[in-house]
């Protein structure tokens, strides 16, 4: 019987999940920068997954992005596994007591959501719940359509003839 019992507690504790996060965030800031600050606290141990979900309408941005956890002690210690925006992978340090993640400026097709795996893991006595945290920021920019290209290059074209017809006349 207390074999069966170990063995049952056993295979819950392999198969912990934290509490995972989904939430919207608003970006703030000019219509061509915008950015925003996201975090998360977990208070279970275990594996989550957390997804933020940002607010431009779907449309083509440079994107860059930071993640940056400090766990002094293993109750507040988060590790990264994995995060991607719309796919793209952010790079990521650890682990350890400091952790990091960013992804350098990369064009990215909107809407934008950031999925962030990790776990909490340490030795839970029950009386000491979990309080591991991070947070990080998002910066999108426009980019431009081809056709704004088009036109740029266009008018620099008849910039460019125009200098050169006066010079000629000159």
Do not use: C, W
């Not at 994995?82 to 790079?91: K, M, R």
Request: a negative charge.
């Amino acid at each position: 019987m207390k074999t069966a019992m170990a063995l049952l507690l056993a295979f819950a504790a392999t198969s912990v999940q934290a509490d995972n996060v989904v939430t919207n965030v608003n970006l703030g800031g000019s219509a061509a920068e915008l950015s925003a600050a996201f975090g998360v606290t977990h208070l279970e141990k275990g594996a989550f997954s957390d997804t933020f979900n940002f607010s431009p309408s779907a449309g083509t941005y440079s994107v860059d992005a930071s993640l940056v956890t400090l766990g002094f002690s293993p109750s507040t210690d988060v590790t990264f596994s994995a995060a991607y925006i719309n796919g793209q992978e952010l790079s990521l340090s650890g682990p350890g007591l400091f952790e990091y993640g960013f992804l350098l400026p990369t064009v990215i097709t909107g809407p934008l959501a950031l999925t962030v795996f990790g776990y909490v893991d340490f030795e839970d006595t029950g009386f000491t719940p979990a309080s591991a945290s991070y947070s990080g920021t998002l910066n999108i920019s426009a980019v431009p359509e081809p056709g704004g290209y088009a036109l740029l290059l266009a008018g620099l074209g008849v910039a460019g003839a125009a200098a050169l017809k006066r010079r000629q006349e000159a």
